[in-house]
């Protein structure tokens, strides 16, 4: 009886084992195991990323203060010519340290000096020490019959093309070939946009701007200098600023067809399309008013596929060029992130009437794609059409259609700065007002 029950029991066990075996086969000891370069890989993994240089990240880079300003348009309340009070524009070098000694200086004559060296010869005898920062080649020659310590020492850095500051306290007359200005601006936006602008076209790229007081510092040189002097003149001196406003669409038809241009024509009239200014790819249209963001797109919505991928503002003194970049104002990346949309225009007579006289350039990072000269009158838009998608892609493939084109609406407008302060009060005009000014 003792043996029956023994072989039960030991069938038992080996029935156990055989259970703990057969669940052991089917449960794997990990659910998910990943081998990359040796390391295993589980799904408690703490993830591994190779080191980073130490660069401004993408997004930081792109941060700008401007871009709500240079890259929104509303449509909805633009004006063709506005009237802005005309502001002074003012200049102040920073850092100029402690007035000079109240010091004569008379018979004194320099000739092939240093600035140091001519300094060092007229302060001969004083407590102040000449300090150069940088190395100060330049000679100089001149004589001063009389006058104060600061006008002599004023005339003679300035023949040196370079700048002094005193430090009372150290007694020390530093002299260095780069210095920092403020820049007072005026209170109207586009004026500062026009400002910056050409500051930038003049390649000066550290401008520290404070939107909140108005004020831009910029650290340069005796030419810098020069330069900025200029552009502030010819801004204050001008009666007018041209301003464009901006839409970039990119347009896929919906069949194996491109854009048929021609049905602009039943579409708005023929007095709508005032111009036709073929390029070396593509076209401009000058058209009326008629034609603008909001029933243009509507006449390609019944062909194709209409995308925004850039909007914005620029602003020119009258005479000058500036620049609209499709990138910096890109809805996101995008073929033609690199393409520039370059203008110079003036407003004044034109064969005996007042027109806006632009020249519009497509340029790319590798050169000139077309160029249009316009002329137009107050109140007209540009629309460049024919422009191949196409001609941004840089693969041998893709997938963008060939009929796919660029589209460009561009609406100028005339800003007129006056010397009347009181033209603040209403700065829009529009019917009755409009045909006076034009005509005065």
């Known amino acids: 009886m003792k043996f ?31 081998v990359v370069d040796e390391l295993v890989i589980d799904e408690n993994s703490v993830p591994i990323f190779p080191k980073k240089a130490a660069l401004t990240t993408d997004t930081a880079r792109r941060f700008s203060v401007e871009l709500p300003m240079r890259c929104e348009v509303d449509w909805n309340n633009q004006s063709v010519v506005s009237v802005v009070p005309a502001e002074r524009i003012e200049m102040v070098r920073l850092g100029v340290g402690d007035a000079l000694p109240e010091l004569q200086v008379s018979d004194y004559e320099f000739k092939d000096l240093t600035v140091k060296n001519a300094l060092d010869k007229l ?3 004083t407590d102040i020490a000449v300090v150069e920062k940088g190395a100060l080649y330049e000679k100089i020659t001149g ?19 370079v700048y002094y500051s005193y430090d009372a306290q150290n007694g020390e007359l530093n002299l260095s070939h780069r210095a920092k200005w403020l820049i007072k601006m005026p209170q109207d936006q586009t004026i500062i946009m026009a400002l910056l602008d050409a500051m930038h076209g003049a390649d000066m790229r550290n401008l520290l701007v404070d939107w909140a007081d108005k004020t831009v510092v910029f650290e340069g040189n005796y030419q810098t200098e020069r330069e900025v002097a200029k552009i502030i003149a010819d801004i204050s001196g001008k009666k007018y600023m041209l301003a464009w406003d901006i839409d970039v669409y990119r347009v896929y038809p919906r069949t194996d067809n491109p854009i048929v241009w021609m049905n602009l024509l039943p579409a708005f009239g023929e007095k709508n399309i005032k111009m036709s200014i073929p390029g070396v790819v593509g076209r401009a249209l000058v058209v009326g008013p008629e034609i603008n963001t909001k029933t243009l797109q509507e006449f390609l919505g019944q062909q194709a ?8 503002t620029f602003a020119i003194p009258n005479g000058w060029q500036s620049r609209f970049d499709i ?6 990346e995008r073929l033609e992130t690199d393409l520039i949309i370059g203008a110079t225009g003036t407003y004044g007579d034109f064969g005996g009437r007042d027109k806006i006289d632009a020249k519009i350039v497509l340029r790319t990072g590798q050169g000139e794609l077309s160029s249009f000269n316009i002329p137009s009158t107050v109140g007209d838009n540009y629309v460049i059409i024919g422009i191949p998608t196409h001609s941004f892609v840089t693969t041998p493939e893709t997938l963008v259609s060939p009929f796919a084109e660029l589209v460009v609406f561009m609406s100028p407008r005339v800003i007129s700065i006056a010397d009347n302060a009181g033209v603040q009060q209403s700065n829009e005009l529009i019917g009755d007002a409009l045909r006076d000014f034009l005509q005065d």
């Open 305 to 312: 596929n209409v995308v925004l991928i850039s909007q914005g």
């Open 327 to 332: 990138g910096q104002c890109g809805r996101e």
């Open 143 to 161: 004589t001063i019959s009389s006058g104060d310590l600061s006008d002599a020492v004023e005339l003679m850095t300035k023949m040196g093309r």
């Open 123 to 125: 302060l001969d005898g």
């Open 4 to 34: 029956v029950k023994s072989l039960i029991g030991l069938f038992c066990v080996w029935g156990m084992v055989g259970c703990v075996q057969n669940q052991q086969a089917q449960q794997p000891l990990y659910d998910n195991i990943t």
